[in-house]
């Protein structure tokens, strides 16, 4: 802060920002770690997004959260990138150190940290269903994170196989695909990681995926993405067949602290962030 009279501010930019839950738990977690800092959200469509991003740099703002559909375009509009960042293509944390804009992507990290509460991922073996931004950012911070094959399942075989290029040319982890069809996909007793990055569970919690349920075993780790339940269809099964679940909510408040942390310098309190997150979206 270069003036004492200045609030330090952050903010979400977004589009739409209708159900993001971001600014209600990032303003909580300031409140109960006593920070009198300032957040605010910004719904700017794509075609202003570069003006947004010149306005941030000129007024000061110490942090920022990318969320759709901005999280590719920023990275153009950055002076330095983590590796995650880098191997994902995708920045939804941007964080102003010495008036340099650096971008990370804390999905990722946030995915790993909550994996290695069960296990760790170096030698292990993932499936990551779908093929979409997320998947990538979360398939890419798995193989960082050392684990040695992933099997991309999702409907469209050209995405999958865009991601497992993506997999192999920029990890030393192996990829392979499996397109989701009528037949449903068994996962291995070797495999230690499945993660669903589809948007299925957003849409329908209760919406099945084409999965044989028997096959996940009490020792694999299910994480979800979609954070608009507390318990998907996936999450659901994978309780009732023993596994060890990290739900999308989980997720959420973590790659937010992630980036609270990054911004502030402190550890963000994540029970009080989950319980506005639960509040915020009324589950
Ligand atoms: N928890 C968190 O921290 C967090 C953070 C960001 C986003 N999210 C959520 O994560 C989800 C994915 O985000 P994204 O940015 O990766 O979106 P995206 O780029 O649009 O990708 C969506 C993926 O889901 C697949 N899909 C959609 N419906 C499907 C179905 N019925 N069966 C199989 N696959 C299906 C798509 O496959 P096709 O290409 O075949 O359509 C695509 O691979 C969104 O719902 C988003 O809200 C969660």
């Known amino acids: 802060?270069?003036?004492?009279?200045?609030?330090?501010?952050?903010?979400?930019?977004?589009?739409?920002v209708a159900g993001n839950p971001t600014h209600y738990m990032?303003?909580?977690?300031?409140?109960?770690?006593?920070?009198?800092?300032?957040?605010?959200?910004?719904?700017?469509?794509?075609?202003?997004?570069?003006?947004?991003m010149r306005g941030i740099r000129a007024?000061?703002?110490?942090?920022?959260?990318i969320a759709e559909p901005h999280q590719e375009a920023v990275l153009e509009f950055l002076d330095e990138l983590s590796d995650g960042a880098k191997l994902g293509r995708s920045v939804n944390c941007v964080t102003c150190r010495?008036?340099?804009?650096?971008?990370?992507?804390?999905?990722?990290?946030?995915?790993?940290?909550?994996?290695?509460?069960?296990?760790?991922?170096?030698?292990?073996?993932?499936?990551?269903?779908?093929?979409?931004?997320?998947?990538?950012?979360?398939?890419?911070?798995?193989a960082a994170a050392g684990v040695t094959s992933i099997t991309v399942a999702c409907r469209s075989s050209g995405a999958g196989g865009r991601?497992?290029?993506?997999?192999?040319?920029?990890t030393s982890t192996s990829a392979s695909q499996h397109v989701l069809g009528n037949t449903p996909l068994s996962i291995n007793s070797d495999v230690s990681i499945l993660v669903n990055a589809?948007?299925?569970?957003?849409?329908?919690?209760?919406?099945p995926l084409p999965l044989n349920v028997a096959?996940?075993?009490?020792?694999?780790?299910v994480a979800e993405v979609a954070y608009h339940s507390q318990r998907t269809w996936l999450t659901r099964e994978a309780f009732n067949q023993g596994c060890r679940v990290i739900d999308g909510v989980q997720?959420?408040?973590?790659?937010?602290?992630?980036?609270?942390?990054?911004?502030?310098?402190?550890?963000?309190d994540r029970v009080a962030m989950r319980e506005a997150a639960e509040e915020y979206l009324g589950i």
């Open 26 to 52: 990032v303003e909580q977690a300031f409140a109960q770690q006593g920070l009198d800092w300032r957040f605010m959200t910004f719904e700017v469509p794509a075609g202003r997004f570069g003006d947004a």
């Open 251 to 268: 997720l959420y408040v973590e790659q937010t602290a992630l980036a609270m942390r990054a911004w502030t310098g402190t550890e963000p």
């Open 1 to 16: 802060m270069s003036s004492a009279t200045l609030i330090e501010k952050c903010c979400l930019i977004a589009c739409p």
């Open 98 to 142: 010495e008036d340099r804009l650096v971008g990370q992507n804390t999905e990722g990290a946030a995915l790993v940290k909550l994996v290695r509460d069960w296990v760790d991922p170096t030698g292990k073996q993932a499936v990551v269903l779908g093929a979409g931004r997320l998947a990538r950012v979360l398939a890419m911070a798995l």
């Open 198 to 207: 589809t948007s299925l569970g957003m849409t329908d919690p209760n919406a």
């Open 59 to 65: 007024l000061g703002f110490r942090g920022v959260k």
């Open 215 to 221: 096959s996940l075993h009490s020792k694999l780790v």
């Open 163 to 170: 991601l497992v290029d993506a997999i192999q040319s920029g």
